[in-house]
């Protein structure tokens, strides 16, 4: 019997320690990666280089364009199987003196891109819901041959209806405010703890859009 306590003891530290270590070579394979595209040319970045709203059928709609190139180690993470994820969110605001700024509006998109290797495709998922994981219900799905193709979908983002026209008033102070993100929360743990040391990862931009009272009549 006491033998057989010593082997139940030494398995289960055999596993414990087995566990251990095999997550502490997978911090350090994801650092090192991660850290490797420091040799590389820092290419990755991204620009807003349009933000318009107009009126449509009684209803407010924004349109934006994003210059948007992931570089070398990025599209590397795609190829080896990493998903990214990104995030547009785009919110009207009303200024308020006496207390926090009223949202009147809101919409968001979210953006799952991944390659599949054995198609050599790239699948693009979009949703107005948050997609986590393998969790892709609700998306829409489009498949593309090159990966310009798919990031050109995830530039262009147009006729977003953000608010009735109804609810916005020409006098009051009112503005868009617009955020494009690489969301990083949705990499495995090693991959966030290691990305931010990379600027690479670090794509993000945001700008403020005023409506002027003409624009709202």
């Keep these: 019997m ?4 010593t082997m139940g003891f ?36 991204i620009e807003l280089t349009e933000l318009k709203a107009m009126r449509d059928n009684g209803s407010l709609l924004l349109n ?15 190829v ?3 998903p990214l994820h990104f995030v547009a969110e785009a ?9 926090t700024d009223a949202k009147l509006g809101m919409v968001q998109r979210y953006y799952r891109l991944a390659f599949q290797p054995l198609t050599r495709r790239w699948r693009l998922n979009v949703s107005s819901e948050p997609i986590s994981g393998t969790g892709q219900a609700g998306s829409l799905s489009q498949n593309f041959e090159t990966l310009s193709e798919a990031l050109g979908v995830v530039r262009r983002q147009s006729g977003w209806k953000l608010i009735d026209m109804q609810h916005l008033s020409p006098d009051a102070r009112q503005r868009i405010r617009y955020s494009f993100r690489l969301d990083v929360s949705q990499l495995p743990r090693p991959f966030q703890i290691a990305s931010g040391a990379q600027t690479d990862w670090n794509l993000q931009v945001s700008k403020t859009l005023r409506l002027t009272p003409e624009s709202v009549r």
């Design 80 to 82: 080896k199987g990493l």
């Design 91 to 99: 919110e009207v605001l009303r200024d308020r003196w006496y207390w």
């Design 10 to 45: 030494i398995t289960h530290c055999l596993k414990r320690n087995g566990l251990e270590l095999l997550r502490s070579l997978v911090r350090l394979l994801c650092v090192g990666w991660l850290s490797a595209g420091g040799a590389w040319a820092q290419n990755a970045s």
């Design 2 to 5: 006491h033998w057989v306590n």
């Design 64 to 78: 934006a364009q994003l210059s948007l190139e992931l570089g070398p180690l990025l599209e590397d993470a795609l």
